[in-house]
């Protein structure tokens, strides 16, 4: 069974701190995708990144940075000098390679950050 | 570009009472269609997912039930709502296919 595990719920900043989001993964699948999603007050999804097991490179897009480890299972998220309206909860999720059935994520608990003025 | 839309965004709705939700993809053909459960804000949980028309696969035994009458469109319902239906609902779609999984505003249900 596949798991995902982000055992930071709440993180609290000031602005301009930077702050990582850890996520751990479990699976038995030898090829799968890894995804963040975001979370506004406002309670849509939004999609931030995902990431083939094969490839493991880092990748930064503006302030955000991912750091995908296969041999630790993790995939964290590093958002950089923190802005008020980063304050979310972001979501950690995990996803089987293409099945005939569809697609099926299996999210982390959420991590709830918070960035002060 | 694709775009989707459900419906109702909130509703307040008394124990025993039916539900339907509606969530309408547009601007793609054939998708994966999904409905996912927030409960407590936390933790997501798949409720349902088809890969067509009139399939429908069930993730979790519970008092709901889901239909896609149309290519891209995907219906929640209940005949009676319980208490621990309440929670925030959200209707999402990928390309057959493809991993990517897109969300939509997301409904929120209390159920009173």
């Known amino acids: 069974a596949q798991k995902v595990t982000q055992a930071q719920t709440e993180i609290s900043v000031v602005e301009k701190e930077d702050v990582t989001l850890d996520c751990v993964y479990e699976t038995r699948d030898t090829t799968y995708y890894l995804f963040w999603y975001k979370q506004p007050p406002s309670g849509e999804l939004v999609f931030l990144i995902r990431r083939n097991s094969f490839d493991e490179q880092n990748e930064i897009s503006g302030r955000y940075s991912w750091n995908f480890q296969k041999s630790t299972s993790s995939f964290n998220f590093t958002i950089t000098a923190s802005q008020v309206v980063d304050s979310a909860v972001y979501f950690c999720a995990l996803s089987g390679m293409i099945k005939a059935a569809g697609n099926k994520l299996t999210f982390g608990g959420g991590t709830r950050v918070l960035v002060k003025p | 570009s694709q775009t989707i839309h459900q419906w109702p965004a909130t509703l307040v709705q008394p124990v025993g009472s039916p539900l339907s939700l509606e969530c309408t993809v547009e601007g793609t053909s054939n998708p994966n269609l999904y409905w996912y459960r927030q409960a407590a804000g936390r933790g997501l949980q798949l409720l349902f997912y088809?890969?067509?028309?009139?399939?429908i696969s069930s993730e979790v035994p519970q008092n709901l039930s889901a239909s896609r009458p149309q290519d891209r469109q995907f219906i929640l319902s209940s005949k009676k709502l319980l208490l621990s239906d309440s929670g925030f609902y959200l209707c999402?779609?990928?390309?057959?296919?493809?991993?990517?999984?897109?969300f939509g505003e997301g409904s929120w249900l209390t159920v009173v």
């Open positions: 999402a779609w990928s390309v057959r296919a493809r991993d990517t999984i897109y």
């Open positions: 088809s890969v067509g028309i009139g399939q």
